[in-house]
Nanobody
Framework: QVQLVESGGGLVQAGDSLTLSCAASGRTDSTVFISWFRQAPGKERDFVAVMHKGGGWTYYADSVKGRFTISRDNAKNTVYLLMNNLKPEDTAVYYC????????????????WGQGTQVTVSS
């Protein structure tokens, strides 16, 4: 089992930056990918970014490419999502997920999820 705990959400203004954290514990060596997803009210959960834990390969959704950066601190078993130039449409609950996904953009392919952290961007 892997436990994931997100933190760092909050209320910010458009153009601001925010960094989310995802602290992992348990059998973290059993998973290859760790990702961020988000879900806005009334919408489906969307893929945001993914990192391969072995080689550090990253991939982003087009909507956040160039603004968001996924990174990790292996010593702390923590993955971060740095979000710059936030927009109102970034408002959502952000979730981190871990697993050995065949399709990294597909939420159903992940085995473990955190509880989510709310990000609200005001205009």
């Amino acid at each position: 089992q892997v436990q994931l705990v997100e933190s760092g959400g909050g209320l910010v203004q458009a153009g601001d930056s925010l960094t989310l954290s995802c602290a992992a514990s348990g059998r973290t060596d059993s998973t290859v990918f760790i990702s961020w997803f988000r879900q806005a009210p009334g919408k489906e959960r969307d893929f945001v970014a993914v990192m391969h834990k072995g080689g550090g390969w990253t991939y982003y959704a087009d909507s956040v490419k160039g603004r968001f950066t996924i990174s990790r601190d292996n010593a702390k078993n923590t993955v971060y999502l740095l979000m710059n130039n936030l927009k109102p449409e970034d408002t959502a609950v952000y979730y981190c997920a871990a697993g050995n996904a065949a399709n990294v953009r597909q939420g159903g392919d992940y085995d473990y999820w955190g509880q989510g952290t709310q990000v609200t961007v005001s205009s």
